[in-house]
């Protein structure tokens, strides 16, 4: 089944930073006296719960600030219960050059960009970019905690519950320590992750449970791609001649995290990483890739076959996601910031 394919489709720009200088210059693009909005999160129906989702916001070259700035005010006329970002906000280890100014810089002019929210509360996903990966020796969760502390938790995975549905916020970062290539099984959440995720599934009573995490514990050899390799390595199982080597790889840890969100029902796995929107199913879970909410229409590009993405709804373009939930029925939009929706279903 071929994919269906809406708006123009290119190759991706290749995002860069050319040391501090050029990030200095990236600055000029961004309003520093961004004020907070005074926001007053909306009375949904009893029972009924709204929250939004973007993707790799990156401030780097080709996001601009006034294509991010109208979504973030798109995302405050919506009035959600809260915005889950699912990382690459910071993009540290592309600076050329790493010292206090720097990585300041970053974290100040991000700071200026989500005061827009007001008072919509955040919850952070950390990506690649962020700077807390295991197998670099720069950490800079340090700076998160000081510019961000309602918003850093001393994991980098937790959980909430609100309305009856579950939260569930996964890293594949922290327990990764040798720089994954070619071999996915250098991917993982590692034990400790995997038996709290485990636990936390199957003592939930919520109705509705979601699982949000940049990429997936494996993909291709630059882990993008979905359900083509969602059979692989920690996630699915499966080594890439078909054998099943997860009991090898990870004894006594008992199954794949995909067989795992299966068994406990998760409706939704939202992730990042790869710059489009994409809606797949596998074995009746949607998973869910969030498109950036900073590019401008015209230099988006769908890349479908490079990231894997054979199957499925791929649509070009920027925006974020609206997700409102009630007992009996989740529904997504896509809202592009022009504040057209490009896409719409329900479970």
């Given at each position: ?108 002019m991000m700071k200026s960009f ?7 509360p955040l919850y952070f996903v ?65 034990k400790t992750q995997y038996d ?152």
């Amino acid at each position: 089944m071929s994919p269906t394919i809406i708006k123009n489709k290119i190759l991706l720009n290749v995002i860069s930073i050319v040391g501090v200088c050029g990030l200095f210059l990236f600055l000029i693009n961004y309003d520093p006296s961004n004020e907070p909005s005074n926001t007053t999160i909306n009375n949904t129906p009893e029972g009924t719960l709204i929250f939004a989702i973007q993707a790799d916001p990156q401030m780097v070259p080709p996001s601009e600030a006034s294509v991010y700035k109208q979504t973030l005010q798109n995302i405050v006329k919506a009035k959600p219960a809260f915005l889950i970002d699912l990382g690459d906000i910071f993009m540290i280890d592309l600076l050329s050059t790493k010292n206090v100014l720097s990585i300041t810089s970053r974290f100040t002019m991000m700071k200026s960009f989500y005061n827009l929210l007001g008072s919509i509360p955040l919850y952070f996903v950390m990506g690649n970019h962020d700077g807390e990966v295991g197998w670099d020796t720069l950490n800079t969760k340090s700076y998160r905690k000081k510019y961000f502390p309602n918003e850093t938790y001393d994991k980098n995975y937790y959980s909430f519950e609100k309305e009856g549905s579950l939260f569930i916020v996964l890293d594949p970062y922290t327990y990764t320590v040798t720089k994954p290539d070619s071999f996915g099984w250098h991917w993982t959440l590692g034990k400790t992750q995997y038996d709290w995720l485990k636990a936390t599934l199957e003592v939930s009573t919520a109705k509705h449970k979601f699982v949000f995490i940049h990429q997936l514990v494996g993909g291709n050899n630059k882990a993008r791609g979905v359900i083509q390799f969602a059979g692989l390595w920690e996630w699915g199982g499966n080594n890439t001649d078909g054998s099943y080597g997860f009991d090898v790889e990870r004894p006594g840890w008992g199954k794949p995290i995909h067989q795992l969100l299966l068994d406990n029902k998760v409706d939704i796995v939202f992730k990042g990483h790869d710059h489009l929107y994409a809606k797949q199913e596998l074995d009746g879970i949607i998973y869910q890739t969030v498109p950036q909410p900073s590019v401008p229409e015209e230099i988006i590009n769908v890349t479908d076959k490079e990231y894997g993405y054979l199957k499925g709804e791929i649509i070009s373009g920027s925006g974020y996601l609206k997700v409102t939930v009630n007992e009996t029925n989740i529904n997504v939009d896509f809202i592009k910031p022009d504040g057209s929706v490009a896409d719409s279903y329900s479970l």
